[in-house]
């Protein structure tokens, strides 16, 4: 775990926030052991700022990986120590579509060795699996 916080951390020095000035990074593990950092994107039209969590899952997911064990997330103001920064709404939507909400775990770190661990489903309780979605002809 220790290992996973610090490549948040590094992640978090490439957050763009010229906006916000709040900068998130993460480290994404893949079942196969692979990670993927990720930082948050910001944008002149704010919509369109991508958030750190969905950057790691989008580049892992591009490079044709899917299966996904845990996300370590740090993240606060810039200039100041990261503190517990739980994932917005739409990131544990995307995390919904690729991962086990019941084996996912969501760890938030604090920067330092201290970190609070969850599962996807006790983040996103009664989430929307996608389950019926798909047209049968
Ligand atoms: N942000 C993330 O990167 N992840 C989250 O889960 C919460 C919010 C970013 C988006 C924006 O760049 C900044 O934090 C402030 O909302």
């Given at each position: 775990m220790e290992e996973l916080i610090?490549?948040?951390?590094?992640?978090?020095e490439?957050?763009?926030?010229?906006?916000?000035?709040?900068?998130?990074?993460?480290?994404?593990?893949a079942k196969n052991g692979e990670t993927f950092q990720g930082c948050?994107?910001?944008n002149s039209s704010y919509p369109a700022t991508n958030c750190a969590e969905r950057t790691a899952i989008f580049k892992a997911v591009s490079e044709g990986i899917t299966d996904f064990s845990c996300i370590v997330i740090v993240g606060g103001r810039e200039n100041e120590k990261p503190d517990f920064c739980?994932?917005?709404?739409?990131?544990?939507?995307?995390?919904?579509e690729f991962c086990d909400p019941e084996r996912f775990r969501i760890v938030l770190g604090k920067g330092d060795l201290s970190f609070r661990e969850y599962t996807l489903k006790e983040l996103l309780?009664?989430?929307?699996?996608?389950?019926?979605?798909?047209?049968k002809e």
């Open positions: 610090a490549k948040a951390i590094d992640a978090r490439k957050a763009y926030t010229p906006y916000s000035h709040f900068k998130v990074g993460v480290c994404l593990k948050n994107i910001e739980p994932p917005c709404g739409v990131c544990r939507q995307v995390m919904m309780p009664l989430g929307f699996s996608g389950d019926g979605v798909e047209r």
